[in-house]
């Protein structure tokens, strides 16, 4: 598996990488230039693909992926969402919500917990059609492009399809050129329905890679009409269960000749899940995310330099259900996983 290859997504006629960045983290948890550097980074790591929403980092994800693709623009592939509105803050304050956070987080973590709950709150969910091309005008606005290659509706339910004008409008923009392809980001379970009901709006399925489950082999190997499918959240709760599992037990060394590895440091194990994604969703692609540049690269060359072997995966996956079967709190992570900075 290496970090440049590319996959056709079924029924979209969108090339792009098998494995993809997502952008989440940005202008949230760091500021505008570190935002930037972190899509370079992901950038010269062979990665091509990009995903974003309205929601994240107040738009300001939207605003620092823009401004990264200018004259690259035909060399990547993005895609945001809408349906789930931030609160609205003036452009010119965007940069300046990244560094309140970080003093936040270095002097008061309390008050982030519950500033991030306020926000939270403050959050407006809207499927209309006069929404939803509100937002979409916003995003094209903040990405600085005239198209998206997918355009998602971010945490929707089968409900929320119900307005024709909604899937009209949607339909339009296809039509227009203005979205390459539509596509739900949501749950399995609402993905699966809004797949069967709406095929041509769940033209790509958006959907959590959780642990071990078959719905998502059932959604992707579909035989009839399988869909465009990426998988995200792959690495940060996997991590941590790991990491503290190999801490209680001791265990690392032991996994470590198991798996083939001559350690299990936070870029093995990030380079061994990324690479159990991607064969667990061989048609589409995979997203991770981080807030260290340094491990991008060092993920993303850990995953390239394993080759298949189904004992591998055995041994993983045994280490995985091991590891989620603990029990024991995970707060405690090694410092080499810590450094990691990793998410998604």
Known sequence: MSEGETILLPGTGIETTRLGFGTALLMGTVEWDDSLRLLEAAYDSGIRHFDTARLYGYGGAEQALGAFMKGRRDRVTVATKLGLNPPVVPGGLLRAKAVTRRIVERWAPGLRARLGRGTRGMVERSFTPESA????????AALDTDYV?????????PPDLEDAALTDYLLGLKEAGRVRALGVATDLA??????????????????????DD??????VGNPGAPPATITHSILAERLRLVAGHLR??????????????????GATLAGLLIDRAMRRNPGGVVLFSTTNRERIAANVEAMSALSPSSERDDALDRLLAEAAGDGEPTAAIPASVRAGGVAG
Do not use: K
């Open 149 to 157: 290659d997918i355009l998602f509706l971010h945490d929707c339910q």
């Open 248 to 265: 209680r037990t001791d265990a690392e060394a032991a996994w470590a000749r198991r798996l083939g590895c001559a350690s299990l440091d």
């Open 190 to 211: 609402a993905a699966a329905s809004l797949r069967r009901s709406h095929p041509e709006i769940a033209q790509v399925v958006q959907v959590a890679a959780a642990h």
């Open 214 to 219: 078959p719905a998502i082999a059932a959604l």
């Open 133 to 140: 091309r509100a937002a979409f005008e916003r995003s094209l």
